[in-house]
């Protein structure tokens, strides 16, 4: 099995816990294990004809994915899925952090991933089995790959300790409209190969707000809804 970086797992008992990981994950995913579900390990296990100790470890691995929550009795519970809150706050950050970053990567001659964007752009496959399977890896590279270009590891660990692609993930429905997602993310990385910083960072800008916009179209409207704060200027961040 692949993970969502497209690389094969290691030693044969490491890729038995990656496996189970990744199989459940896609199950929190789909939604085929539910939001706020006790998860029973043994039994778990025996369906993937496994001993419960890689089961055990990919609990702790969903754990710091935070798709798990432990239980009393040493057990887990899958989490609830984000409220309008959660996606605000998300995406609040997310616009602190990625224009800038998209801007940095657009300054960056040596590092710039403009090539690596396209490459991904295009290795899209609109016919998957599951879009939302291969929207998620998909996304999740292309934003990574801009992220890790500006070689900023606390900006990279912020990033990453949100997990966003996940949360914002599970909440996909399949009416999602990817292929205005993905005619953005043409647009960045066509500002990004021929390293233009201010394009580059309007365009990324202009993503995130059309993606919060559409995540808090389909949401509940029982809690206060508000508009982003107005995102701190990046320009106070230096871009060499
Ligand atoms: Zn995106």
Same mark, same amino acid.
């Given at each position: @099995?692949?993970?969502n ?11 038995? =816990?990656?496996?189970?990981? /990744?199989?459940?994950?896609? *199950?929190? %995913? /789909? ?6 579900? *006790?998860? +029973?390990?043994?039994q ?12 055990r470890?990919? @609990? ?12 009393? +009795?040493?057990?887990? &519970?899958? =989490?609830?899925?984000?409220g ?5 706050? #998300? $995406? ?22 403009? %090539?690596? %964007?396209? &490459? /991904?752009i295009k ?11 291969? @929207?998620?890896?998909?996304d999740?590279? $292309? ?8 070689e900023?590891q &606390?900006?990279?660990? &912020? ?5 966003c692609?996940?949360?914002? $993930?599970?909440?996909? !429905? ?5 292929? =205005? ?26 993503? #995130? ?5 559409? $995540?808090?179209?389909?949401?509940? *409207? ?12 990046s +320009?106070?961040? !230096?871009?060499?």
């Amino acid at each position: @099995m692949l993970d969502n970086q497209g690389k094969k797992p290691a030693s044969s008992g490491r890729s038995s =816990t990656n496996d189970v990981y /990744e199989l459940l994950r896609r *199950k929190i %995913l /789909e939604h085929s294990i539910a939001p706020d579900t *006790k998860i +029973n390990i043994l039994q778990i296990a025996k369906e993937l004809g496994v001993s419960a100790t890689p089961v055990r470890e990919a @609990m702790r691995l969903l754990q710091g994915d935070n798709l798990l929550v432990a239980t009393s +009795n040493k057990g887990y &519970a899958t =989490t609830e899925t984000l409220g309008l809150k959660g996606v605000r706050d #998300l $995406f609040e950050l997310r616009l602190l952090i990625e224009p800038w970053a998209a801007g940095v990567a657009a300054s960056n001659r040596l590092l710039n991933p403009g %090539l690596e %964007l396209h &490459a /991904e752009i295009k290795s899209f496959d609109p016919q998957a089995d599951s879009i939302q399977h291969e @929207m998620f890896g998909h996304d999740t590279r $292309f934003h990574s790959a801009i992220l890790s270009s500006t070689e900023n590891q &606390a900006a990279i660990q &912020a990033f990453e300790q949100t997990h966003c692609h996940l949360h914002l $993930f599970r909440m996909f !429905r399949d009416d999602w409209d990817w292929k =205005t997602s993905i005619a953005q993310h043409e647009a960045i990385a066509d500002a990004i190969a021929v390293g233009d910083p201010a394009s580059a960072e309007e365009a990324m800008r202009l993503h #995130l707000n059309s993606a919060y916009s559409r $995540f808090i179209e389909v949401m509940p *409207k029982n809690s206060e809804t508000r508009p982003l704060a107005k995102a701190a200027s990046s +320009n106070l961040i !230096r871009k060499d």
